[in-house]
């Protein structure tokens, strides 16, 4: 994606916000947590987004009220939202890049309509309104989860942030391949947050243990 200048598009889109009578408290706020994640991921053409930690930071509390504001936004063209229809894969959005016009500057900007500026995402991403089947919903696929996530399920536990962050980082240079990080999560708070590998043995070994204690008892 090309350099994004913070600064003129964040004045720039909250003049248009300001000229768009369509626009209300709760756009503004599901729409700058969707920006405060595009600066975190450096400007990504497309954001793999959590709907529970955007609600939070929108302060949206109702699921309705999130989707019929994330729904205004991809019609009005603030952004694109391309829908997961999977329990493991993340929604995806594409916020429109919007430029200032020649010869302004971000103090004095006109209003302008919404610039696309932004490159079509390498993937082949359908948005919602144009997604006609819930395709590949039986293909296999691994957990996709990050730091923001892994702090969150922490915190509904009432668990140490220190202990996510441990976590996270633990599981991260393990690359451990599991649908289920939530269990092994769990695991590591009743093990006083001490995590260890999984202790790797053969098809037999429980086999085997078996008859030793089966020896044992006569």
Excluded at 99 to 112: F, R, S, Y
Excluded at 119 to 143: I, M
Excluded at 189 to 200: G, H, T, V
């Amino acid at each position: 994606m090309g350099k994004v200048n913070y600064i003129a598009h964040f004045n720039t889109v909250l003049e248009t916000f300001y000229n768009d009578e369509r626009i209300k408290q709760g756009h503004i706020t599901l729409y700058l947590a969707f920006f405060h994640l595009w600066n975190r991921k450096f400007f990504a053409e497309t954001l793999t987004i959590n709907r529970e930690i955007i609600m939070e930071r929108a302060k949206i509390k109702s699921k309705t009220t999130y989707h019929n504001h994330l729904h205004d936004l991809h019609n009005w063209e603030y952004l694109t939202y391309y829908p997961s229809y999977h329990p493991l894969i993340g929604s995806k959005i594409k916020i429109t890049l919007v430029c200032p016009k020649n010869g302004t500057t971000t103090g004095t900007q006109e209003v302008q309509n919404l610039d696309k500026c932004v490159p079509e995402p390498s993937q082949n991403l359908v948005p919602y309104n144009k997604l006609k089947t819930k395709e590949n919903l039986n293909k296999k696929a691994l957990a996709i989860f990050n730091e923001d996530e892994v702090f969150l399920f922490f915190k509904k536990n009432d668990w140490p942030e220190m202990e996510a962050r441990k976590f996270y980082t633990y599981i991260k240079l393990k690359k451990w391949k599991t649908e289920n990080w939530q269990i092994i999560a769990k695991i590591f708070a009743k093990n006083n947050f001490n995590l260890e590998e999984p202790k790797r043995t053969s098809p037999i070994s429980g086999y085997v243990n078996h008859l030793k204690q089966m020896r044992d008892k006569k």
